[in-house]
C-alpha cells in the first residue's frame, strides 16, 4: 500500500455567496458563524483527495480532529464538497454520496417541525449511500437501498465500534445509526439531534 501525502487542512470563512441556497435569511446561524474546513481524504480508489465541508466555527477543530483520524485510518469517502455544489438540495447531495455538513433545512425525523442539527452547522453525514436514513420502508437515498443489511461490512460503511464511529466518539459527537425505529446511519451531530 503506497503512502499518503501528509494530512492537509486549511479553515476560511465564508460568505453569504458562497453558501448559495444553502443559506437563506431567518437561518438559526449566519455565514459569520460559518466556516469551511478544507481537508485531506482517503477517497474509494485509495488514494488521497482534497475536500471542503461548511460546520459552525466552534466545531472546526472536533472535524479536523475526526478527519485527521479517518485520513490515517484510510476510511474512503465518497465525496466531500459544501452542500451548494448541489443546488442547496439534500437529496441530490444524498444521491451523489455526497459528504456534507452545513445546510439551513428543517430535519427529517417524525415530530414537529424543528431545524435539523445540519442548519447550525453541527452535523455531518458520512457516505449517504452506503450509510441511508430508514424511516419504515422509506430508505434516502434510494439507492442505500443496498446497504440496508448492516451486518455485512462494507467499505465506507458506519457501524458500532468502526472507524467512522469511533472518529466522531473521540471527540463527542454521537451516531444516528443507534436511534431505534428510524436509524440514520449517515448522521453524526455535536448534539445527538
Known amino acids: 500500500m503506497a503512502a499518503l501525502p501528509p494530512f492537509h487542512v486549511a479553515v476560511n470563512p465564508v460568505t453569504a455567496a458562497e453558501l448559495g441556497a444553502s ?45 485527521r483520524r479517518l485520513y490515517a485510518a484510510r476510511f474512503p469517502i465518497r465525496r466531500l464538497e459544501p452542500i451548494v455544489k448541489y443546488g442547496g438540495s439534500d437529496k441530490r447531495s444524498m444521491a451523489a454520496d455526497n459528504t456534507s455538513g452545513f445546510n439551513c433545512r428543517y430535519a427529517s425525523a417524525p415530530g414537529p417541525k424543528r431545524w435539523s442539527a445540519h442548519a447550525y452547522g453541527e452535523a455531518i453525514d458520512v457516505n ?5 436514513y430508514v424511516q419504515g420502508s422509506y430508505v434516502s437515498p434510494a439507492a442505500g437501498r443496498a ?47
Open 128 to 132: 449517504t449511500i452506503e450509510n441511508p
Open 147 to 193: 446497504y440496508l443489511e448492516r451486518t455485512r461490512y462494507r467499505a465506507g460503511m458506519a457501524v458500532a465500534g468502526g472507524v467512522l464511529v469511533r472518529a466522531f466518539a473521540s471527540v463527542g459527537w454521537l451516531w444516528g445509526g443507534r436511534w431505534a425505529g428510524t436509524p440514520d446511519y449517515q448522521h453524526f451531530s455535536r448534539t445527538g439531534g
Open 23 to 67: 443559506w437563506h435569511q431567518g437561518c438559526p446561524v449566519g455565514p459569520a458563524r460559518l466556516r469551511t474546513v478544507h481537508v485531506s481524504f482517503v477517497g474509494f480508489d485509495g488514494r488521497a483527495h482534497a475536500g471542503a465541508i461548511v460546520v459552525h466555527e466552534d466545531v472546526t477543530g472536533a472535524v479536523t480532529t475526526v478527519f
